[in-house]
C-alpha cells in the first residue's frame, strides 16, 4: 500500500458524498483542512448549517473514517464545525451586512398557510440551533403580531444623532421580529402605494438593527406585488420557499409565482404542501379534503423540490390564533417535526447554492 500523504488523503476524500447534499466533500468543500502526521489523518469538516441533521454528521464522519482507514490511515481525527454558509455581501454598504441568509415565504394565493409556515420555519430553524428573526413583510395584512403573541419585548425607534433614526426588532419567542402590525394600529386601514411599500421595506431592511443572523425569514403577501419586486432589488435573497395547497387553483398561481421570482432572478429553494390532508385524532383515518400531491406533482413538472408536506392540524391553527406556533407550544409533536424537517431541508438548499458559488473572501464567520 502507498503511503498516504496529503494529496493522497484528499483525493480519497473525493470518493466520498456527503450523505445531506449527495456531492463529494472536496469539491462540495464540506472538508476544509486535511493534515497528516504518520499514519494519523486530521480532517476538518465544515457543517454549513446548525440544522444539519444529527444523523448525517454522525454518518459523514463515519464514511470519511472508513475511506480514509482502507486508504491505509492509522488513526482518523475529525473535527466538525457548524458555519452557517453564506454569500458575502459585494459591497460594505450593503443592507443587512450581519445576515448571512435571507429567505422569503411566499405563495401565488392567499390563505394557504405562508405565515403560519414561515413563523415556524422560523421556530424550527432556531431550534436546531440558529439565530433567527422574522421580517413580516406583508405590509397590507402583517400576522406577526398576532401570531407570535406578546413579546418579550417590544419594537422601539430612537434617533442616533450620527445615524438618523434606529429601530429595535421585538423579540418573541427568541426570535428578532419586525412588523408594520407595531408601528400601526390594527384596525386602520392603510393604503400602501408602491413607492410607500417600498421605502417601508428599506427603512425594514436598513435602519432595523438585526445584529448577526444566520437566516432572516420574510413573510410576503399573496401574488406577485410590490413586495416581491422591491425586495428583490433591495437584498440578495438566498431564496424562496413557495407555499401552495393541493387544489389545482393554488398550485396555478404558484406556478405564476415561481415564474415571477425566476425573473428577478430569486432562486426557489422548493415547493411545500400544505393543508396537505386531515388525518382524524379518533381513527388515524386520512381525508384529503382538498385533494393531495399536487405539490409533489407541481416540483415535478417545474423542476424545483418537493419540501414535504404538512397536514391540516387544529394544534396548528390554534398555536397561529394564539400567539405559540405548534414548533412552541408542542415542539415534541409529530407535526412539529415535520416543521423541523422542513427547516433543515429549506436551511440544506440554501446551503448548497452558496457551495456551488465561487469563493468570495467572508467578512463575517460566526464559530459555534
Ligand atoms: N396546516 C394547517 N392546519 C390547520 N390550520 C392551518 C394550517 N396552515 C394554516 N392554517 C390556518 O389557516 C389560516 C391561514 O393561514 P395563514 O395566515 O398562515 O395563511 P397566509 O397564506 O399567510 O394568508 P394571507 O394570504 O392572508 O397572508 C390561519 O388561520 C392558519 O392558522
Ligand atoms: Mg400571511
Known sequence: MTKLDESAAKETLKSVDDPAF????????????????????????EIPTPAYPK????????????????????????????ITAYQPPPSEKALLPGVKNIIAVAAGKGGVGKSTVA???????????????????????????????????????????SQGQKITPAVHHGLKVISVGFFVNKDEAVVWRGPMVHKLLEQFLGEVEWGELDYLICDLPPGTGDVQLSLSQLIPLSGAVMVTTPQEVSIIDVVKGIAMFEKVEIPILGVVENMSYYACPACGHHDEIFAHGGGK??????????????????????????GVPIVASAPDSENAGRFMELASKVALAAADRVLQLPVRSPRLAVIR
Open 119 to 161: 413563523v415556524n420555519l422560523a421556530l424550527a430553524l432556531q431550534r436546531h440551533g440558529a439565530t433567527v428573526g422574522v421580517l413580516d413583510a406583508d405590509v397590507f395584512g402583517p400576522s406577526m403580531p398576532q401570531m407570535l403573541g406578546p413579546p418579550q419585548r417590544h419594537a422601539a425607534t430612537s434617533q442616533d444623532p
Open 55 to 82: 444523523r448525517d454528521r454522525d454518518e459523514l464522519a463515519r464514511r470519511i473514517e472508513s475511506a480514509l482507514a482502507e486508504a491505509g490511515a492509522g488513526e482518523v481525527k475529525i473535527h466538525q464545525d457548524v
Open 297 to 322: 406533482r407541481l416540483a415535478k413538472e417545474s423542476g424545483v423540490t418537493h419540501l414535504g408536506e404538512l397536514p391540516i392540524d387544529t394544534r396548528i391553527r390554534f398555536g397561529g390564533d394564539t
Open 22 to 45: 449527495g456531492k463529494d466533500v472536496i469539491s462540495h468543500r464540506i472538508v476544509k483542512k486535511v493534515e497528516v502526521d504518520g499514519d494519523q489523518v486530521s480532517v476538518r469538516v
